[in-house]
Antibody
């Protein structure tokens, strides 16, 4: 059974940093591109970042470019998101999601971890 | 950047009725790059349809997707109580790679 479990969320002050993790199991992690998608409270979904299976290709939404860094450790079946210079508008539930066949949609999602940026 | 607009914002129907949800794109979208998700309160989104019309694993056949170019549709043939949720369309753009969502349609019980 495919499982994605996020951790690392919490309350952080504006300008602060946080590192999210996603532990994957039930599939060959090193064969799939992985993503972070977020959802502000009561709002819609927003793609954050994508990383290819071997970390060769990395992409970011304009809203986080230069502040967030996505990475992965295939030996540990883990995905990460380093978030720096956090702003109030970064407050959201952050989901780890696996890109499915064709790499155009996400077939498995974690349960999400809440990041709150507030003074 | 392609903008996706979903309509209606809220759809009120009864169990057993047919639901038709629309997703319009500001520019033509490849059918291979259009997906639909269902999200219930407090849960992660669930992939329903990919490549505009292919059902994801385990999705009942009452869910179907159609469309091309700038107009796409998600149809639920006979609503079950568990189908009342928020639905999002999503597209993939390849240059540079990026993903955008519609604002969602809330399907509520009438």
């Amino acid at each position: 059974e495919v499982q994605l479990v996020e951790s690392g969320g919490g309350l952080v002050k504006p300008g602060g940093s946080l590192r999210l993790s996603c532990a994957a199991s039930g599939f060959t992690f090193s064969s799939y591109s992985m993503n972070w998608v977020r959802q502000a409270p009561g709002k819609g979904l927003e793609w954050v970042s994508s990383i290819s299976s071997s970390s060769s290709y990395i992409y970011y939404a304009d809203s986080v470019k230069g502040r967030f860094t996505i990475s992965r450790d295939n030996a540990k079946n883990s995905l990460y998101l380093q978030m720096n210079s956090l702003r109030a508008e970064d407050t959201a539930v952050y989901y780890c999601a696996r890109l499915g066949v064709g790499a155009t949609s996400w077939d498995y999602w974690g349960q999400g971890t809440l990041v709150t940026v507030s003074s | 950047e392609i903008v996706l607009t979903q309509s209606p914002a809220t759809l009120s129907l009864s169990p057993g009725e047919r639901a038709t949800l629309s997703c319009g794109a500001s520019q033509s979208v490849s059918s291979s790059y259009l997906a639909w998700y269902q999200q219930k309160p407090g849960l992660a989104p669930r992939l329903l349809i990919y490549d505009a019309s292919s059902r994801a694993t385990g999705i009942p056949d009452r869910f179907s997707g159609s469309g091309s170019g700038t107009d796409f549709t998600l149809t639920i043939s006979r609503l079950e109580p568990e189908d009342f949720a928020v639905y999002y369309c999503q597209q993939y753009g390849s240059s540079p790679p990026m993903y955008t969502f519609g604002q969602g349609t809330k399907l509520e019980i009438k």
